[in-house]
């Protein structure tokens, strides 16, 4: 059974600092694609940040130079740092493995960021 577990959320200050991880249980890790994604009530869920298998990242326009995608094939986790953090980006954020036309997701994680 395929398993994604996002951690690391919680309450900052804006201009604060966080690192998101998620944690991949029952597939290939190092083959899929990984991705970042947030959610706020009443919205669509947007991309945020992309990592390819082959470790090729791409951005969000609203978090370039502020947030940085990274992957531990060995530790089959993909990690979310985000600095500078201000108040539009509180949100739920997930993280979703995707492998030719499959994909997982996680449940979530929170990240407040009070003004």
Do not use: H
Request: proline share 1%; charged share 15%.
């Amino acid at each position: 059974q395929v398993q994604l577990v996002e951690s690391g959320g919680g309450l900052v200050q804006t201009g604060g600092s966080l690192t998101l991880s998620c944690v991949a249980s029952g597939l290939s890790f190092s083959i899929c694609d990984m991705a970042w994604y947030r959610q706020t009530p009443g919205n669509r869920r947007e991309l945020v940040a992309t990592i390819s298998s082959g470790g090729w990242t791409n951005y969000a326009d609203f978090v370039k130079d502020r947030f940085t995608i990274s992957r531990d094939n060995a530790a089959k986790s993909v990690y979310l740092k985000m600095n500078s953090l201000k108040a539009e980006d509180t949100a739920n954020y997930y993280c979703k493995a995707a492998f030719r036309s499959a994909e997982f997701w996680g449940q979530g994680t929170q990240v407040t960021v009070s003004s």
